[in-house]
């Protein structure tokens, strides 16, 4: 089956700073990359997501870029905000199907 | 709004005992999935169904059931939970053939 790893596990970053969440998977048939947020206490979110035909995909602040020979994904945040502290969840999905998730990536952004 | 709900919330419960805990949707969703979140593990499935009379074993099923009872419900029961069963479960729900899943509130359970 999928594996997917996530890196890094605990990322702090002032106000204002970039963050950079990076994502590995290992089955090529995987074709649908989403990335989830997850509030203290909260749901998982759907932010934004990217699918195996186009290679980057952004929203306002955040971004995602894919690459697909080497089989790994990243999230961008940009200008970073207080309110942007959560963990951060990639996963991977073949046809929508079953989905991956990594191990869940807690960005705490420093005032 | 639609919503994905789930009964109980948080659950204290001793080695043994069987547990049920149930999710229920009016998104209208045809597929339901049930994960286990554990600190620094992420999300796991536990199990999926895309129908009604559709069930599927996910990454770590051992010890877990489940049953689709209708549509717009799907239960997850612990025949005999064992401590290390403690962990947040969430239920999520998709539409067939799109991307997004809805996570329900999630039931935090503890084994003692």
């Known amino acids: 089956g999928e594996n997917v790893e996530q890196h890094p596990s605990t990322l702090s970053v002032q106000e204002g700073d970039s963050a950079v969440i990076k994502c590995t998977y290992s089955?090529?048939?995987?074709?649908?990359f989403p990335w989830y947020k997850q509030e203290l206490g909260k749901r998982p979110q759907l932010i934004i997501d990217?699918?195996?035909?186009?290679g980057e995909k952004k929203d306002q602040r955040i971004a995602v870029t894919l690459n697909k020979t080497a089989k790994h994904f990243s999230l961008h945040i940009t200008e970073t905000q207080p309110e942007d502290s959560a963990v951060y969840f990639c996963?991977?999905?073949?046809?929508?199907?079953?989905?991956?998730f990594g191990s869940g990536t807690k960005l705490n952004v420093k005032p | 709004d639609a919503d994905v709900t789930q009964t109980p919330r948080n659950r204290i419960t001793k080695t043994g005992k069987r547990i049920m805990l149930e999710c229920s949707q009016t998104k209208g969703h045809d597929r339901m999935y049930w994960y286990r979140q554990d600190p620094g593990l992420g999300l796991r499935l536990i199990y999926y169904?895309?129908?009604?009379?559709?069930?599927n074993k996910g990454e770590i099923s051992d010890g877990y059931s489940v049953s689709r009872q209708a549509q717009a419900k799907f239960s997850l029961s612990l025949e005999s939970a064992i401590p290390n069963q403690t962990a947040l479960y969430f239920c999520a729900t998709s539409v067939t053939n799109t991307n997004e899943q809805f996570f329900g509130p999630g039931t935090r359970l503890t084994v003692l």
């Open positions: 169904s895309f129908d009604v009379k559709d069930i």
């Open positions: 990217i699918r195996s035909n186009v």
């Open positions: 089955d090529s048939a995987s074709n649908y």
């Open positions: 996963a991977a999905s073949s046809y929508f199907n079953k989905f991956y």
